[in-house]
Nanobody, 122 residues
Framework: QLQASGGGLVEVGGSLRLSCAASGFGLRYYNIGWFRQAPGQAREEVLCQSSGDRRIHYSDAVKGRFAMTRDNAKNTVYLQMNGLKPEDSAVYYC?????????????????WGQGTLVTVSS
Protein backbone atom coordinates (compact mmCIF):
# COMPACT_ATOMS: atom_id res chain seq x y z
CA GLN A 1 0.00 0.00 0.00
CA LEU A 2 1.19 3.49 -0.85
CA GLN A 3 0.18 6.64 1.01
CA ALA A 4 0.83 10.00 -0.61
CA SER A 5 0.75 13.24 1.33
CA GLY A 6 2.07 16.78 1.39
CA GLY A 7 -0.13 18.52 -1.11
CA GLY A 8 -1.64 21.91 -0.48
CA LEU A 9 -2.04 25.46 -1.68
CA VAL A 10 1.10 27.37 -2.61
CA GLU A 11 1.83 30.61 -4.41
CA VAL A 12 3.57 30.82 -7.76
CA GLY A 13 7.28 30.30 -7.33
CA GLY A 14 6.86 28.44 -4.08
CA SER A 15 7.89 24.95 -3.08
CA LEU A 16 6.26 21.81 -1.76
CA ARG A 17 7.55 18.40 -0.83
CA LEU A 18 5.29 15.43 -1.40
CA SER A 19 5.80 12.15 0.40
CA CYS A 20 4.91 8.63 -0.63
CA ALA A 21 5.18 6.04 2.12
CA ALA A 22 4.89 2.32 1.55
CA SER A 23 3.67 -0.42 3.80
CA GLY A 24 3.89 -4.10 3.09
CA PHE A 25 6.81 -3.94 0.69
CA GLY A 26 10.18 -2.25 0.39
CA LEU A 27 10.23 0.70 -1.97
CA ARG A 28 13.97 0.37 -2.45
CA TYR A 29 13.33 -2.59 -4.75
CA TYR A 30 10.73 -0.87 -6.88
CA ASN A 31 10.64 1.52 -9.77
CA ILE A 32 8.97 4.71 -8.65
CA GLY A 33 6.89 7.03 -10.75
CA TRP A 34 5.33 10.32 -9.87
CA PHE A 35 2.39 11.29 -12.05
CA ARG A 36 -0.19 14.03 -12.00
CA GLN A 37 -3.67 14.54 -13.32
CA ALA A 38 -5.39 17.86 -13.79
CA PRO A 39 -9.20 18.05 -14.18
CA GLY A 40 -10.29 16.81 -17.58
CA GLN A 41 -6.82 15.71 -18.54
CA ALA A 42 -5.03 12.39 -18.75
CA ARG A 43 -2.60 11.28 -16.09
CA GLU A 44 0.86 12.40 -17.10
CA GLU A 45 4.38 11.61 -16.03
CA VAL A 46 6.20 13.95 -13.68
CA LEU A 47 9.29 11.85 -13.21
CA CYS A 48 10.22 8.19 -12.90
CA GLN A 49 13.14 6.34 -11.39
CA SER A 50 14.36 2.83 -12.04
CA SER A 51 14.97 0.58 -9.06
CA GLY A 52 18.19 -0.56 -10.67
CA ASP A 53 20.50 2.20 -11.78
CA ARG A 54 18.42 4.89 -10.06
CA ARG A 55 18.47 7.10 -13.11
CA ILE A 56 15.59 9.55 -13.16
CA HIS A 57 13.58 10.39 -16.24
CA TYR A 58 12.02 13.84 -16.00
CA SER A 59 9.17 15.18 -18.02
CA ASP A 60 10.10 18.32 -19.92
CA ALA A 61 7.55 20.25 -17.91
CA VAL A 62 9.36 19.74 -14.60
CA LYS A 63 13.00 19.30 -15.59
CA GLY A 64 15.21 21.54 -13.50
CA ARG A 65 12.47 22.28 -10.95
CA PHE A 66 11.44 18.93 -9.46
CA ALA A 67 13.54 16.19 -7.90
CA MET A 68 12.99 12.85 -6.24
CA THR A 69 14.75 11.27 -3.29
CA ARG A 70 14.38 8.01 -1.45
CA ASP A 71 14.67 7.34 2.27
CA ASN A 72 15.00 3.59 2.55
CA ALA A 73 14.99 3.67 6.34
CA LYS A 74 11.56 5.29 6.29
CA ASN A 75 10.41 3.32 3.25
CA THR A 76 9.38 6.63 1.74
CA VAL A 77 10.06 8.56 -1.43
CA TYR A 78 9.79 12.31 -1.79
CA LEU A 79 9.00 14.65 -4.62
CA GLN A 80 10.57 18.05 -4.10
CA MET A 81 8.84 20.67 -6.21
CA ASN A 82 10.41 24.09 -6.61
CA GLY A 83 9.51 27.06 -8.74
CA LEU A 84 5.89 26.01 -8.88
CA LYS A 85 3.68 27.33 -11.66
CA PRO A 86 -0.12 27.43 -12.00
CA GLU A 87 0.11 24.68 -14.62
CA ASP A 88 1.58 22.38 -11.98
CA SER A 89 -1.79 22.33 -10.24
CA ALA A 90 -3.09 18.76 -10.24
CA VAL A 91 -3.63 15.68 -8.15
CA TYR A 92 -0.24 14.03 -7.74
CA TYR A 93 0.11 10.27 -7.54
CA CYS A 94 3.00 7.99 -6.71
CA UNK A 95 3.25 4.61 -8.35
CA UNK A 96 5.50 1.61 -7.84
CA UNK A 97 6.32 -1.40 -9.96
CA UNK A 98 8.79 -4.23 -10.31
CA UNK A 99 8.69 -4.32 -14.09
CA UNK A 100 11.87 -4.49 -16.08
CA UNK A 101 12.65 -2.40 -17.94
CA UNK A 102 10.80 0.32 -16.07
CA UNK A 103 8.42 2.57 -17.91
CA UNK A 104 7.52 6.22 -17.87
CA UNK A 105 3.81 5.91 -18.47
CA UNK A 106 1.17 5.12 -15.87
CA UNK A 107 0.19 1.66 -17.23
CA UNK A 108 3.69 0.51 -16.26
CA UNK A 109 2.92 0.97 -12.56
CA UNK A 110 0.99 -1.55 -10.53
CA UNK A 111 0.69 0.01 -7.09
CA TRP A 112 -0.70 3.48 -6.50
CA GLY A 113 -1.15 5.93 -3.70
CA GLN A 114 -4.45 7.74 -3.33
CA GLY A 115 -3.23 11.06 -4.71
CA THR A 116 -2.61 14.41 -3.10
CA LEU A 117 -3.87 17.74 -4.43
CA VAL A 118 -1.46 20.53 -5.31
CA THR A 119 -2.87 23.94 -6.12
CA VAL A 120 -0.62 26.77 -7.26
CA SER A 121 -2.21 30.19 -7.04
CA SER A 122 -1.20 33.04 -9.32
Amino acid sequence: QLQASGGGLVEVGGSLRLSCAASGFGLRYYNIGWFRQAPGQAREEVLCQSSGDRRIHYSDAVKGRFAMTRDNAKNTVYLQMNGLKPEDSAVYYCGASERSPYGTTSPNYDYWGQGTLVTVSS
